[in-house]
């Protein structure tokens, strides 16, 4: 099993920054690519950014350019550093880790942005 822990969500002004934090440990050999998806009320789970273990990254095009996906191997932890937000930027956001075809989800926190 893999569990993951994101920190870093908050209420932001519209056009400020959050740095999100996502700690894997558990069974996290062999993990491939892990990413963020976010969820806003009323609607369907989204993906916003993946990383591959070599680093490969692939954006939503709504964030692309004002989000950044990183990952520190060592550490266990990816990280999405969102600049420019906007509100419609406001969901819970979710870790996933996909470890030989199985992924696995955080629990969320949740990224508020006000105008």
């Known amino acids: 099993q893999v569990q993951l822990v994101e920190s870093g969500g908050g209420l932001v002004q519209a056009g400020g920054s959050l740095r999100l934090s996502c700690a894997a440990s558990?069974?996290?050999?062999?993990?491939?690519?892990m990413g963020w998806y976010r969820q806003a009320p009323g609607k369907q789970r989204e993906l916003v950014a993946v990383i591959t273990s070599g680093g490969s990254t692939n954006y939503a095009d709504s964030v692309q350019g004002r989000f950044t996906i990183s990952r520190d191997n060592a550490k266990n932890t990816v990280y999405l550093q969102m600049n420019s937000l906007k509100p419609e930027d406001t969901a819970v956001y979710y870790c996933?880790?996909?470890?030989?075809?199985?992924?696995?989800w955080g629990k969320g926190t949740l990224v508020t942005v006000s105008i």
């Open positions: 996933n880790a996909d470890r030989y075809g199985m992924d696995h």
């Open positions: 558990g069974s996290i050999f062999s993990i491939n690519v």
